[in-house]
T-cell receptor, first 111, second 113 residues
């Protein structure tokens, strides 16, 4: 897996957009960018993934730069329930490729 | 769907005892994963199965750990004998088609005294 770099922690005001950056400068052509989050005392939760186009679902949007060396996860209207550790992972969908969770970004939503 | 079900949710045992953790994946999912999470080491993949067959067990720490998947709806992770350093939260996850979209269970918090 390509290595990712994320800030250790971030704060965001409730109701504002939370923008979580991730650097993955060594990503290869067949590797996707995945985002998971882990709310305290729960199992990780899949959020979204993408290859090179921007993606949006009911939870979040994923913006991937044209060179694919970085991406941003956007939670459009953060709520207190979005307080969690967010993991950015790069992995291909081929063969026995596995997810490798790093240390992630601890996002705290401030009331 | 009920999601991934794990039991027990909490387990406290003494060093040397056998521990068995159980997992029921989401119906229709053909991948099953076992992870371990500790403060020191974070979230680590121990082993995963595809269609009930173990594919990669390179993360299993040592021979004291074993995992089985006798059918598509049930898997176990066994530790025998248990040691205090095995204390952790153990997560089971399942997936379908794409290996990397995984659905995690609530975890089992294991404490070995």
């Amino acid at each position: 897996d390509a290595k990712t770099t994320q800030p250790t922690s971030m704060d965001c005001a409730e109701g504002r957009a939370a923008n979580l950056p991730c650097n993955h400068s060594t990503i290869s052509g067949n590797e996707y960018v995945y985002w998971y989050r882990q709310i305290h005392s729960q199992g990780p939760q899949y959020i979204i993934h993408g290859l090179k186009n921007n993606e949006t679902n009911e939870m979040a949007s994923l913006i991937i730069t044209e060179d694919r060396k970085s991406s941003t996860l956007i939670l459009p209207h953060a709520t207190l329930r979005d307080t969690a550790v967010y993991y950015c992972i790069v992995s291909s969908n081929f063969g026995n490729e596995k997810l490798t969770f790093g240390t992630g970004t601890r996002l705290t939503i401030i009331p | 769907d009920a999601g991934v079900i794990q039991s027990p949710r909490h387990e406290v045992t003494e060093m040397g005892q056998e521990v068995t953790l159980r997992c029921k994946p989401i119906s229709g999912h053909d991948y099953l994963f076992w992870y371990r999470q500790t403060m020191m080491r974070g979230l680590e993949l121990l082993i995963y199965f595809n269609n009930n067959v173990p594919i990669d067990d390179s993360g299993m720490p040592e021979d004291r750990f074993s995992a089985k998947m006798p059918n598509a709806s049930f898997s176990t992770l066994k530790i025998q004998p248990s040691e205090p350093r095995d204390s952790a939260v153990y997560f089971c996850a399942s997936g379908r088609d794409r290996v990397n979209e995984q659905f995690f269970g609530p975890g089992t918090r294991l404490t070995v005294l």
